[in-house]
Antibody, heavy 117, light 110 residues
């Protein structure tokens, strides 16, 4: 059974860089799209971007200038970096697998990231 | 890209049915059959319930069904059970390598 486990810093100051990592256990990293999705407190979901095992990436146009998503097939992990964070980036960040067409079938447990001075 | 429009709340009695709508545009819901639905209980990660408009992942009860007409998709939960009380989000591929989610609907089981 495939599981995603994620970790990273939970408290950042404005202008710092958010960094999260998601590890894939019990399944293959290859052959799938791997996404980051975020959810501000009390609000809806927002797709941040994705990486494919080949290294190709796609980003939400509204975040593209600040986002980098990368994968490490040797470690079965992928990571998110979001630069120049502000309070508007405060959210629970989820990693997820694009295991079926156009959808996210397996999710990590979520990491709450708070941006505050 | 604007969020897809969902009603803030919906409710139904135990054993009855509830239908949630998800309205987008001709650039997302209307353009692609990549509409999915997620169930989220408080403090938990979302769970995929429907993908490609009407397909159910393994393990999802057949009480959950999806459909689409034009720019509006719908999720129907039949035979409501107490554990169905949760937030539900729709999502659609929106082209240009982008996905958009709905605003969310809180389903209450009466």
């Amino acid at each position: 059974q495939v599981q995603l486990q994620q970790w990273g810093a939970g408290l950042l100051k404005p202008s710092e860089t958010l960094s999260l990592t998601c590890a894939v256990y019990g399944g293959s990293f290859s052959g799938y799209y791997w996404s980051w999705i975020r959810q501000p407190p009390g609000k809806g979901l927002e797709w941040v971007g994705e990486t494919y095992h080949s290294g190709s990436t796609k980003y939400n146009p509204s975040l593209k200038s600040r986002v980098t998503i990368s994968g490490d097939t040797s470690k079965n992990q992928f990571s998110l970096q979001l630069s120049s964070v502000t309070a508007a980036d405060t959210a629970v960040y989820y990693c997820a697998r694009g295991g079926v067409p156009g959808a996210f079938d397996i999710w990590g447990q979520g990491t709450m990231v708070t941006v505050s001075s | 890209q604007s969020a897809l429009t969902q009603p803030p709340s919906a409710s139904g009695s135990l054993g009855q049915s509830v239908t949630i709508s998800c309205t987008g545009t001709s650039s997302d819901v209307g353009a692609y059959n990549y509409v999915s639905w997620y169930q989220q209980h408080p403090g938990k990660a979302p769970k995929l319930m429907i993908y490609e408009v009407s397909k159910r992942p393994s393990g999802v009860p057949d009480r959950f069904s999806g459909s689409k007409s034009g720019n509006t998709a719908s999720l129907t939960v039949s035979g409501l059970q107490a554990e169905d009380e949760a937030d539900y989000y729709c999502s659609s591929y929106a082209g240009s390598n982008n996905y958009v989610f709905g605003s969310g609907t809180k389903v209450t089981v009466l």
